[in-house]
Nanobody
């Protein structure tokens, strides 16, 4: 199993940038594909981005494509989400997740471990 802890959330103005981090425990971080999800109040949790275990493949939701970048540093057991050109509609709690599936996509059920979430608020 793996334990995940997100950080880096906060308040930012529209058009600004923020980088989220997800610190993972254990020596097996590099075996997991990783993903970012977000959930706004009253809405379902939605897929943001995923990255393969090696970092060689990435996949993004249309809503964030071109603005967000997912990356990982397996030597540091850390996952990142660089968020640029932020919009008020990006406001949500952002969750880091780990998957035993080789190439998971947007299905929440493909992810086995979840962090506690970090709040991102974008003001207009």
């Amino acid at each position: 199993q793996v334990q995940l802890v997100e950080s880096g959330g906060g308040l930012v103005q529209a058009g600004g940038s923020l980088r989220l981090s997800c610190a993972a425990s254990g020596r097996t971080f590099s075996r997991y594909a990783m993903g970012w999800f977000r959930q706004a109040p009253g809405k379902e949790r939605e897929f943001v981005a995923t990255i393969s275990s090696s970092g060689g493949s990435t996949y993004y939701a249309d809503a964030v494509k071109g603005r967000f970048t997912i990356s990982r540093d397996n030597a540091k057991n850390t996952l990142y989400l660089q968020m640029n050109s932020l919009k008020p509609e990006d406001t949500a709690v952002y969750y880091c997740a780990a998957s035993r599936t080789v190439y998971p996509r947007s299905d929440l059920n493909q992810y086995d471990y979840w962090g506690q979430g970090t709040q991102v608020t974008v003001s207009s």
